[in-house]
């Protein structure tokens, strides 16, 4: 498999020509590895040509996406990418971008908003991690100056989570960033806090005629995601009929007089109340039915992962963490993650092949840190059978850990080895352990099946 090459203005160029030059693109969007386009048309042998570039993992076409999987250096490909084609300015793609599919618009959407903090919301959840395990060595540290700074710095993008998402939103749906931030940042005001707080106690607050729910929205997902949403509709619809030389400050005016209290009163409750009854509903399932919830996510998580729509299930992940203070899917997604480095280890251990066994280590290692694409599109899916290896050690790990109730207390952007501390809990000693026996269980079934099974190991060139 060819290295990854470091000209990534010359990548960006290479991917506009083949995928049929810029005039065919309608959109472009990234996640953690890959760059999503959206194209008017996909002409012949367009995905194997991309496929052959230096510096291309593989192609996938999903959910209405030409997804080319470049892997972590996918951030400066796309920086060139939009440079090329002034994607930031241009909305002459709008409305063929709409005219897609209403579940490929909404991953489409989850991967453009997430994706550029997704590795700032990791970090931070690495820190919680670390200060969890340091705590349960020392516990007189959660007393300390040192312990209280680092806390308040691992919680902070979560707190401020509506912001970050107004950042990233405002750009996807071409509207002004400083308005949606602004708007964002009201949600998660100490006053309407303080407000929010009295009305839980019993206190009635109304805004005009309407009585106010005492919704919080600190670490939510959907109400700033929606309320920027429906804020490029006003804007849009604005900036067309105010005039000109007002347009300055009432367009801001409008839309924030509009749409915080349109979002307190209405979005927000709407969406954060449906957010909550998938969280709710979820946890029913692994309640009742521990073990099918568990090797459902421990057997098919790569799968979303393969045709990109695993961004779809942040919103819940979310809720739960805002609700419980603890989510288990991450749990049982961490088993699925370090079931494929399993199976990438069992490749490198079995093939005779030079190039293969690098490649099997080198995405092992890059599986460590929570980012399977390398090792699904550079082993493991690339030889077929050592997937289906580690979508079975997923599930059996999964359904092993399931029996010790283990879920994680921090959130984890990029679920791997390194967060597996987030399940420690002096309230649920048994959690850690399961987390660790599932681990241990998630590297080595797949392994040992890979190794029993084999694969068509590629000849020496």
């Known amino acids: 498999m060819a290295q990854v090459k470091r000209d990534y203005p010359k990548l960006a160029e ?12 309608i959109n472009a969007t990234r996640c953690a590895t ?11 042998g367009t995905k194997e040509k991309v496929q052959n570039l230096t510096g291309v993992i593989t192609v996938v076409e999903n959910s209405g996406q030409f997804q080319v999987v470049i892997g972590t250096h996918v951030g400066e490909v796309y920086e060139n990418v939009i440079k ?14 709409k005219k897609q599919p209403l579940l490929n618009r909404i991953i489409a959407t989850m991967s453009a908003v997430f994706a550029p903090f997704i590795y700032i919301l990791a970090a931070a959840g690495i820190l919680q991690g670390i200060l969890i395990l340091t705590n349960l060595f020392y516990p007189e540290f959660a007393s300390t100056g040192t312990y209280e700074i680092l806390s308040f710095i691992s919680w902070t993008p979560f707190a401020f989570l509506p912001i970050l998402i107004g950042i990233t939103a405002s750009k996807h749906f071409k509207c002004n960033t ?4 602004t708007c964002c940042a009201a949600l998660i005001n100490p006053s309407w806090v303080e407000i929010a707080g009295r009305i839980t106690n019993g206190e009635a607050v109304s805004f005009l005629f309407f009585n106010l ?3 919080t929205y600190g670490s939510s997902v959907l109400p700033p995601l929606f309320l920027v949403l429906v804020l490029s509709y006003l804007e849009h619809f604005l900036n067309k009929r105010v005039p000109e030389i007002m347009k300055a400050l009432l367009v801001p005016f409008i839309c924030m007089v509009v749409m915080v209290p349109l979002t307190i009163l209405l979005i927000g409750p709407l969406t ?4 909550e009854a998938v969280a709710v509903g979820f946890n029913i399932l692994m309640e009742k039915a521990p073990m099918l ?39 049982f997604q961490t088993l699925a993650v370090i079931a494929q480095i399993g199976a990438a280890i069992g490749c490198f251990i079995k093939s005779k092949n030079k190039e293969l066994k690098s490649v099997a280590l080198s995405a092992s290692i890059t599986g460590i840190f929570g980012i399977t694409e390398p090792t699904l599109y550079g082993v493991t899916l690339r030889l077929k059978k050592p997937f289906i290896c580690a979508c079975i050690g997923g599930a059996v790990s999964a359904a092993v850990m399931s029996f010790f109730g283990t879920v994680y207390y921090a959130y984890a952007g990029l679920p791997g ?20 026996i599932g681990s241990v269980l998630a590297v080595i079934v797949p392994a040992v099946l890979v190794m029993v099974v084999g694969f068509d190991d590629p000849k020496e060139k």
């Open 213 to 215: 729910s005492g919704v």
């Open 417 to 436: 080895i390194l967060t597996i501390v987030n399940a420690i809990s002096p309230n649920n000693t048994t959690g850690f352990m399961g987390m660790v």
């Open 178 to 181: 400083f308005i949606a931030v």
């Open 293 to 331: 919830g568990a090797i459902l996510i421990g057997g098919l998580w790569e799968i979303f992962v393969i045709f990109g729509v695993h961004w779809g299930i942040t919103p819940m992940v979310m809720a739960n963490f805002s609700m419980y203070g603890y989510d288990a899917f991450q749990a």
């Open 34 to 44: 890959r760059l999503r386009l959206v194209l008017k048309e996909t002409p012949e």
């Open 14 to 25: 290479e991917i506009i020509r083949e995928v049929g030059g810029k005039e065919n693109i």
């Open 84 to 97: 090329h084609l002034n994607l930031e300015t241009s909305a002459g793609g709008e409305e063929q971008t």
């Open 272 to 275: 954060n109340g449906g957010a």
